[in-house]
């Protein structure tokens, strides 16, 4: 620490965030070994890195979760050392969580929330007068030209407008550095592009914004400069223009690849055939075949009912008129359990809602949970024999590179990217007919998405179908892709790549957003 | 004991068992216990005698079924706060089964347990099918309950002779066999010992050693998951709180068989000292969730606790303080002190 530092250069001089030599360990992991970076007013720079890099240990360092294991931090020139996420925020640092929950306060109104800091630390009075508070809640709102009705609960916000809440508000109190942690995870293409505008009004304003994606197409649009972690250290820094291929290549320590998109094999029967299901009343019923060793994914806004559509096959939601075959016999499941029992396995949006339990709970480790679906199949008589499940688990976490200590660890314990790779495995785990997977790369960096790509794409016997609302996941994973919308499905061709399918969404959002 | 800590979840806390305090904190509950008893041991030497050890688990055994009860209400993902009045209940039917109707052992115990089944199944209804939440509902139930009780026999104790509201004269009295199910003794050891010991260790098998134990941790910790994972978690939830009501009731059997009356007050009491059991069971082995082990380890170790200070001539109006105290103080050592995992 009193180590003679030399003089800070001119770059750094103006800087408004400087991170010195900084390290984090955790018992045996050094989550962050000397890593120095910089960050100027009115920059926008990318924090890039494959999951387990250390990015998350870094931002929950800035905003004062966590405390450095060595190392300074430098704000505006002076030490700053938060102790809790209130005197990270007192100093100027605003983080944005990916989770939209703790964007605000569902309970109160959209003001309410504009105001949530004011309304915390005693700068209003303690009587407020609705015109008042709506008054300074539009000026928080006209930062960035929010336009909400300030009376809505924050309740029926959508994830992007929440976010956009939660940016505004932060501008309001003094902001000097934004930092905005996989932002667009749960957006769609035209609420992306709201949020970047705002960034770039946040810059204007001379704001520094330190950003965490997984999408290259949003760093593309937004970073002037990137900075890549592996393993904890610094792997290397991009300069605008973006090198964006290079950056990643640091990232993940070799060239990405897309898979070769295989010409469909059209067998006699399809694994599951649809015809006319309606999802919702009044919208276009669905005809749709799924072929033996076909990964089929579809993609669309957030509510275009890409989950509903899953949920439907899976018999989580009930099935309202169509008819459809698994194999050639009819097939209307009525529950989960019963699309199970006939190899029809569902992978849940949201891992941690869907698929895993409190760390606490008995069967919480990833060991257990893999098996936990297959249990009656496994142990017919109920006794488990621990000795199985682990062998299972084994198999699992070689076959699919997990990075863990064993089948004992609860997934708290292991990357976003592994934490996936448990939910794919679990499911592969059995023979299954038809696999459905919900967001599957949900908070997965490139290195562990193709690990993914690769075991799923692994299955010559099996059908698999994805919903995702990035269509850079859907064009790498899949060999047809579907865009839904308003709970249809439109099919695009398939040979004219991406293009074609940003075509087709564009199209899609502009009529949506004429009528 | 041994073969718990070779449960899956257990052995991820390896690294932090080789350090001092973690060792000290897993077994916490275990040290406390053995210093307990040395130092009553210590203090008043017939403490440590068979026959007040004895005594102190024929005490504690109902204590540790309704604690059983709640923590299977509990791995479902449901308080049951109605358990002390299900016992109530079931010790004043079956008095009443016998007394007033003049029904045999057999026939009252089964009435008492179908008794404590149907109000399992009514707080399944309450909290599963009208939504209200589970401490609301089994708090509602208990209230119930305990004016219900007090229904048949005019809100007095039921003993043979006993008048009832209509004038008439209760000629039934209490079966031998019934009786037996409180007093008798196999090779020295009270029978409601050896029944709560044989249902515990069938507790603990289940819930630790089947997938229907794993179905039912998996319920309470994460609903949707369990259904998305093909669970009927619903039935599973109804079959909590039902196999709650039946430990229960068969709680309230054994108090009445043991006092040999249907007193009104003689269900006071059991809720604080079976939650208490529960939660003090959170902390043995650093579980940190309803398990059975350390649910009769925490009924044990109040049972202790108390007949130790009754036996240092303490005043018996200061237990519920005590009990109180040990609650909170395992509360703490399960959640306060054992943060180093989260972050």
Known sequence: MSSPTPLPDATARDAVLQVRHIGKRF??????????????????????????????????????????????????????????????????????????????????????????????????????????????????????????????????????????????RALSEAARVVILDEPTASLSSREATRLFEVI????????????????????????????????????????????????????????PSLPVRRETIRTAQPVLAVQDLVLRPGARPISLSLHPGEVVAITGNLGAGKSRLLQTLFGEQTWRSGTAQLDGQAWRPRSPA?????????????????????????????????????????????????????????????????????????????????????????????????????????????????????????????????????????????????????????????????????????????????? | MSTLTQNPSQTQHLPRWRSAVGLLRRYALFILLAVLLAFFGHAEPAFLQASNLLSI??????????????????????????????????????????VVLGLGALPSVLLSLAAGALVGLWNGVLVFRLRIPDMLATLGTMFLLGGLQLIPSAGRSIVPGLTLPDGSVANGSFDEAFLAIGRADLFGVPLPVVIVAALALLAWLITERTRWGRVLYATGGNELAARLAGAPTVRYRFIAYIVSGLLAALGGVIIAARVGRGDVSGG???????????????????????????????????????????????????????????????????????RGRRS
């Open chain 1, 27 to 168: 018992g045996a992991t050094q989550a962050l070994d000397q890593v120095s970076l910089t960050v100027r007013p009115g920059e926008a720079v990318a924090l890039m890195g494959a999951n387990g890099a250390g990015k998350s240990t870094l931002v929950k360092i800035l905003a004062g979760v966590q405390t450095a294991g060595s190392g300074e931090l430098l704000l505006g020139g002076l030490p700053f050392a938060p102790r809790s996420p209130r005197e990270a925020l007192a100093a100027g640092i605003v983080s944005v969580h990916q989770a939209t929950e703790q964007l605000g306060v569902p309970a109160l109104t959209v003001a309410e929330n504009l105001l949530l800091g004011r309304l915390c630390n005693g700068h209003l009075p303690v009587l407020l007068r609705r015109g008042r508070l709506l008054r300074e809640a539009a000026e928080v709102a006209a930062y960035i030209g929010l336009n909400l009705p300030l009376d809505a609960p924050f309740d029926d916000l959508t994830p992007a407008q929440r976010q956009l809440v939660a940016l505004a």
């Open chain 1, 200 to 255: 770039d009004q946040l810059k204007a304003r001379g704001v520094a914004v330190l950003y965490i994606s997984h999408r290259l197409g949003d760093l593309r649009r937004i970073a002037d400069r990137a900075v890549v972690l592996r393993n904890g250290r610094v792997a290397g820094e991009f300069a605008a223009p973006l090198d964006l291929s290079a950056a990643v290549q640091a990232m993940i320590g070799h060239e």
């Open chain 2, 57 to 98: 688990l024929q005490s504690t055994s109902v204590d540790a079924l309704l604690g059983l009860a709640v923590t299977v209400a509990l791995i479902g993902g449901g308080f049951d706060l109605s358990i002390g009045a299900v016992a109530a209940l079931s010790l004043m039917t079956s008095s009443y089964a016998m």
């Open chain 2, 268 to 338: 006071s009491g059991l809720l604080l000292n079976s939650v208490a059991a529960a939660l003090i069971g959170f902390a043995v082995l650093e579980a940190r969730r309803p398990n059975i082990l350390g649910t009769v380890v925490g009924a044990v170790f109040v049972g202790v606790l108390l007949n130790g200070l009754t036996m240092l001539n303490i005043p018996f109006y200061t237990q519920d303080l005590v009990k109180g105290a040990v609650l909170v103080a395992a509360l703490g050592l399960t959640y306060g002190l054992s």
């Open chain 1, 338 to 515: 019963d699309s199970i029992a006939r190899g029809v396995f569902l992978a849940g949006e949201d891992r941690w809602r869907s698929s895993f339990l409190p760390v606490e709970t008995l069967g919480a480790c990833i060991g257990d949970l893999i098996s936990f679906p297959h249990l009656g199949r496994l142990f017919p008589h109920g006794w488990l024999r621990p000795a199985h499940t682990d062998r299972i688990a084994a198999t699992a976490i070689g076959r699919l590179g997990i990075r863990t200590q064993g089948p004992d660890d609860t997934p708290d314990l292991l990357s976003g990217g592994n934490q996936q790779k448990v939910v794919l495995a679990r499911w592969q785990s059995q023979p299954y007919r038809l696999l459905l997977l919900d967001e599957p790369f949900q908070g997965v960096d490139v290195g562990a998405r193709h690990d993914l790509i690769d075991a799923i794409r692994d299955r010559q016997d099996a059908a698999t179908l994805i919903a995702t609302s990035d269509v850079e996941e859907a064009l790498e994973v899949a060999d047809r892709i579907f865009v839904m919308h308003q709970h249809s499905l439109i099919e695009v061709d398939n040979h004219q790549g991406g293009a074609a399918v940003l075509a087709t969404l564009q199209a899609l959002e502009t009529t949506e957003a004429a009528a």
